[in-house]
């Protein structure tokens, strides 16, 4: 794996692209960027046909060991390791992350040996051992090293956000001896975990501690969405980036929010769960903010979000500065518009009108309103494909953004059209 930077603009945010991905290095992935976001593998309400027929779908796709951890004998039986296991997954690249982003974990069951993941049969409680036992019969192309996250609940003291560093890098170097001598992982990258709560000498600490060690990348953990203060996670995430090695990625967890993803680029980050489609979909929501840049007024107004912007501004629905903004992930965000209600009933509109995704090519919002109501499966994979497709053009007009030297214009559009101003959440 090799990054290679185009453009580094000042105050952190990095343009490139991670090349020779994947065990025979045939895989790329530009950054910033996100990664595939699946539950055992499956991107949530899709079939593999459906999803490939969505364009420029990110090459590295995320499994949980949270998914994972409670078929560890079927895949060790299976030997293959979880791509083939996973049928349609052969050329991707695996990253296996310890939790699930979009599901919050219970606090208070992680020891100096132990930390816990939950599957849908509970609380599965893993050792070192039992951890790199589970990478063996993954066989991940990339896979984040066990870590001790539980710091980014309110009220955390000094001291456990301490002992989190510290159990986190003696995981760490538990891990990495197991790695070394593992002939199923030879070629795996492990990424290090950051931790270190909302404790600036913690972060810097373990982030130089962390760099120290023959890690392939970074995991920034404990900045998901509800911990802290916007301002405050970018004022550590840049701390955190500026003792990291340039050469390597830098991957954040628990944050996708569109306002919150251009922050934390502006901090240094390169790569991003991508859960929040998930979660706006799980609420019956379609994501229609605007991130387009253009200042060719014959292409003004084409991008995908444009006219729904001004729609939704007529309507009064936008955003404005000053409203509050809801906490955590499962809030409604101002990204995004609730099919369910009933003003979409006989609106016979794209969900956003220039979108060329299969959903907004062949149906109408009043349709996934009805959908929705009704409780139609197909609601999901519909609105699935256009969260997915949305999504990752945001991420694509946020790399032109850095390439063109327009990053605050894309900010200002994002907050002032359907966006929220930076840091207002908690
Ligand atoms: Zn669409």
């Known amino acids: 794996m090799k990054l290679e930077l185009s453009r580094v603009v000042q105050g952190g945010a990095r343009l490139g692209v991670l090349k020779g991905l994947g065990r025979r290095g045939q895989h790329s992935l530009d950054v910033p960027g996100c990664l595939l976001y699946t539950h055992f593998g ?17 090459s590295v796709t995320q499994v949980t060991l949270s998914h994972v951890a409670e078929h ?6 299976f030997k293959d390791g979880f791509r083939r296991f996973a049928a349609g997954l052969h050329d991707t690249v695996v990253y296996c992350s310890l939790h699930d982003p979009a599901t919050p974990c219970p606090a208070g069951h992680t020891t100096n040996k132990t930390v816990s993941v939950w599957g849908s049969g509970g609380r599965i409680e893993l050792t070192a051992a039992k951890f790199m036992a589970l990478q063996r019969s993954i066989q991940p192309d990339w896979y984040q090293s066990m870590a001790d996250g539980e710091t980014w609940l309110n009220n955390t003291s000094r001291k456990r956000v301490r002992k989190s560093v510290d159990r986190t890098l003696a995981h760490l170097d538990e891990c990495l001896l197991a790695h070394k001598n593992s002939q199923e992982l030879e070629g795996a990258e492990i990424f290090g975990v950051v931790e270190g709560g909302d404790v600036l000498e913690e972060r810097v600490r373990s982030a130089r501690e962390t760099a120290k060690r023959p890690v392939g990348g970074f995991c920034l953990d404990g ?3 509800g911990s802290m203060d ?4 970018t004022q550590l995430v840049t701390a955190v980036t500026k003792e990291l090695p340039e ?5 954040l967890q ?9 922050a934390c ?9 991508a859960f929040f489609p998930f979660l706006v979909t799980e609420r019956g929501g379609a994501l229609c903010f605007s991130f387009d840049i253009c200042p ?16 939704r501004e007529a309507a009064g629905e936008t955003q404005q500065k000053g409203d509050p903004i809801e906490d955590g992930q499962t809030q409604m965000t101002p990204f995004e518009i609730n099919l369910k209600e009933t003003r979409y009933r006989e609106d016979f509109g794209a969900l956003v009108e220039g979108c060329g995704c299969y959903c907004c090519r062949n149906h109408t919002r009043a349709y996934l309103h009805h959908l929705l109501v009704t409780n139609e499966l197909l609601a999901g994979v519909l609105l699935m494909i256009h969260n997915t497709c949305h999504y990752q053009g945001f991420f694509w007009a946020l790399r032109e953004a850095l390439a063109t030297d327009t990053l605050p214009l894309l900010r200002r559009r994002l907050l002032s059209k359907g966006g929220s101003p930076e840091g207002r959440n908690k």
């Open 42 to 58: 499956t991107v949530p309400h899709l079939t593999q046909d459906t999803l490939h027929a969505i364009s420029s779908i990110p």
């Open 230 to 233: 916007g301002a405050l996670r």
């Open 247 to 251: 050469d390597k990625p830098r991957l």
């Open 265 to 273: 680029v502006g901090a240094g980050v390169d790569l991003f769960e």
């Open 72 to 77: 560890q004998e079927v895949l060790e039986e």
């Open 223 to 225: 900045f998901q969405t």
């Open 296 to 311: 060719d007024p014959e292409r003004a107004g084409s991008a995908p979000g444009a006219e729904v912007d001004e729609e």
């Open 254 to 262: 628990g944050v996708g929010r569109p306002d919150e993803v251009l």
